[in-house]
């Protein structure tokens, strides 16, 4: 003798498929200490050289749009960013450092050169209160080769 099983209703499968993805969109999106040290020290080395460089080169208003263009999506990675626990008091510190990066490099780009100094000193402000932070609390992130 045969029965007859009744199928789930179309929104449970729905329903299950919603949870499924999003328990692997959210481990997707958890990031390991290692993940996070690896996405700021590029950001930092990025943003390091880039300075240095922009600041030689204010009279190129072209290279000052370009690397805007490059730290308003660092600013967006930056956000969506998790910091690990023992970084959770430097992290809102670098997102202080590349928005106003950011905006430096915005008004380098408008030919703004006292905009851009004022941003680049709370950048550099922001970077020494994150290496008071770290030292403070004896951590060590590594930095790029130069």
């Known amino acids: 003798m ?3 099983v009744r199928p789930a209703p179309r929104w449970a499968a729905a329903a299950l498929t919603v949870v ?3 328990s692997l969109a959210n481990g997707a999106h958890a990031e390991t200490r290692r993940h996070y040290i690896n996405k700021y020290v590029m950001m930092v080395d990025w943003l390091t050289r880039t300075e240095l460089w ?3 080169h204010l009279e190129d208003l072209e290279l000052c749009r370009w690397a805007h263009a490059i730290a308003e ?4 990675l ?20 590349m928005e106003n990066a950011e905006r430096m490099f915005d008004n380098a ?8 100094r004022r941003h680049r000193r709370i950048v550099r402000e922001e970077f020494r209160i994150i290496a008071e932070l770290l ?5 060590y992130l590594p930095t790029m080769a130069p």
């Open 73 to 76: 999506r660092h600013v967006e």
């Open 78 to 97: 930056a956000q969506r960013m998790t910091p690990p626990s023992e970084l959770a008091a430097v992290h809102p510190h670098f997102l202080i450092a």
């Open 20 to 22: 499924a993805l999003s």
């Open 54 to 56: 922009v600041t030689t």
């Open 109 to 116: 780009g408008a030919g703004a050169r006292k905009a851009f």
């Open 135 to 139: 030292q403070a609390n004896g951590i």
């Open 2 to 4: 045969m029965t007859w």
